[in-house]
Nanobody, 123 residues
């Protein structure tokens, strides 16, 4: 089992930027895809971005061009750089490790989750 700890959330004005980090310990980090999801109040958890072992990426349409996922396997860390933030990006953001190396996007393909970090974008 892997332990995931997110950091970097906070309050930012619309148009601003934040970088989220997620550090993993335990299970082999580099062998699996890593993803970011988010959940706004009253809504279901939704896919944001995923990165596979060699660095291939895939994004939700709502964040494409504004968010960038990356990973540093030497540091067991995955990042989510967010720019041009919008109020609708406000949510708790979760880091997750997939149960496969591939670019998967659904919750059921991820077996380990962090505790979440709050991102609030004010208008």
């Amino acid at each position: 089992q892997v332990q995931l700890v997110e950091s970097g959330g906070g309050l930012v004005q619309a148009g601003g930027s934040l970088r989220l980090s997620c550090t993993a310990s335990g299970r082999t980090f580099s062998a699996y895809a890593m993803g970011w999801f988010r959940q706004a109040p009253g809504k279901e958890r939704e896919f944001v971005a995923v990165i596979n072992r060699p660095g291939g990426t895939y994004y939700a349409d709502s964040v494409k061009g504004r968010f960038t996922i990356s990973r540093d396997n030497a540091k067991n860390t995955v990042y989510l750089q967010m720019i041009s933030l919008k109020p609708e990006d406000t949510a708790v953001y979760y880091c997750a490790q997939a149960v496969t190396p591939g670019l998967v996007t659904t919750v059921d393909h991820f077996g380990s989750w962090g505790q979440g970090t709050q991102v609030t974008v004010s208008s």
